[in-house]
């Protein structure tokens, strides 16, 4: 849908009114350019002598990505078809008891599922990171500055994908779930921004 579109369009779509693609389908897409620069700097790496001892390690990582880069970039369009659903359930009629009830349980399901595609990108991303904080260690020097950019970028997924995780969450009603689903992504947040900045300063300390 989105994914086949060119960066014009997308870009286009993204800034009108539409409510997709949003933030969500933002942060999938962060995260394939993060990793798709980590990829950059793997077949930068792969293939010079200087970098020999390392190139079985180069060519894992590069197979890792491009793996999360694909995962991520059907997230950009999946985030746009969880959103339907949710639409779908708001708009349900409340005039009986019996259509509350039923617009509450199709609400909370379409909540919650509209959950995990933002919960994957931040899953996703912060594979991603882990790759690229070795690659600031062992990556083409020549490419370095990407391995900060991809690991920013990363970060920015991870950080997008949890507010819209947050936003899906405010209109549950399963406290258990919410809880549950709060601590696990701030888990991830915690260790995406540790990751980046670790990544950042190795980078910095070659330039």
């Known amino acids: 849908m989105f994914v086949k579109s ?11 009114k539409d409510p997709v693609p949003g933030g969500g389908g933002a942060a ?16 930068l790496t792969i293939g010079k002598e200087k970098y020999k001892d390392v190139e079985p390690e180069i060519t894992d990582i590069l197979e890792k990505l ?12 999946e985030d746009a078809e969880v959103f339907k659903e949710v639409a779908a359930a708001y708009k349900l009629p409340k005039n009986t008891e019996e259509e509350k009830q039923r617009k509450k349980e199709a609400l909370n399901k379409a909540l919650k599922n509209a959950c995990q595609v933002p919960l994957k990108i931040m899953e996703y991303s912060l594979e ?3 790759l690229q904080r070795r690659l600031a260690k062992i990556g083409s020097k020549m490419a370095i500055s990407d391995v900060g950019v991809g690991a920013l970028l990363l970060k920015a997924a991870v950080h997008g994908g949890k507010l819209n995780v947050l936003i899906n969450l405010g ?37």
């Open 6 to 16: 060119s960066l014009e369009d997308f870009v286009e779509v993204l800034s009108s």
């Open 28 to 43: 999938g897409l962060a995260g394939a350019l993060g990793s798709a620069l980590g990829g950059m700097v793997c077949n």
């Open 66 to 77: 491009k793996d999360l880069q694909r995962k991520l970039l059907l997230l950009v369009d």
């Open 128 to 130: 991603a990171l882990k």
């Open 171 to 207: 209109g549950l009603d399963d406290k258990e779930f919410v809880g549950d689903m709060k601590k696990y992504i701030d888990d991830i947040s915690k260790e995406a921004d540790i990751l980046a900045e670790e990544a950042y300063k190795e980078v910095l300390g070659k330039l």
